[in-house]
Nanobody
Framework: QVQLVESGGGLVQAGGSLRLSCAAS?????MGWFRQAPGKEREFVAA????????NYADSVKGRFTISRDNAKNTVYLQMNSLKPEDTAVYYC???????????????WGQGTQVTVSS
């Protein structure tokens, strides 16, 4: 069984940066991030392969967000730069066996961390 614990959320002004972390216990494979804004459906943000050699991003965050991982620490990160008010959401860490699954219906989810971007 995999457990995922996110941290690093908070309040930041537009144009600022935050780095989210997700510490995992248990075996992980491809890892990713989703987010859910108030009144909206949960949406895919980014994913990274086990080796870190492959990444995938939603169009809305390309060029601003960077996903990375440290397998020695079993941790995945999401560096978020040039934040916009529309990035405000609860951010969730996920993991599953493949990019396709992680980007759509991953089995394992963290509890989420709130990111609020003020204008």
């Amino acid at each position: 069984q995999v457990q995922l614990v996110e941290s690093g959320g908070g309040l930041v002004q537009a144009g600022g940066s935050l780095r989210l972390s997700c510490a995992a216990s248990g075996r992980t494979f491809t890892m990713g991030w989703f987010r859910q804004a108030p009144g909206k459906e949960r949406e895919f943000v980014a994913a990274i392969s086990w080796s870190g050699g492959s990444t995938n991003y939603a169009d809305s965050v390309k060029g601003r967000f960077t996903i990375s991982r440290d397998n020695a620490k079993n941790t995945v990160y999401l560096q978020m730069n040039s934040l916009k008010p529309e990035d405000t959401a609860v951010y969730y860490c996920t993991t599953d066996r493949s990019f396709a699954v992680v980007a759509s219906t991953p089995r394992y989810w963290g509890q989420g961390t709130q990111v609020t971007v003020s204008s």
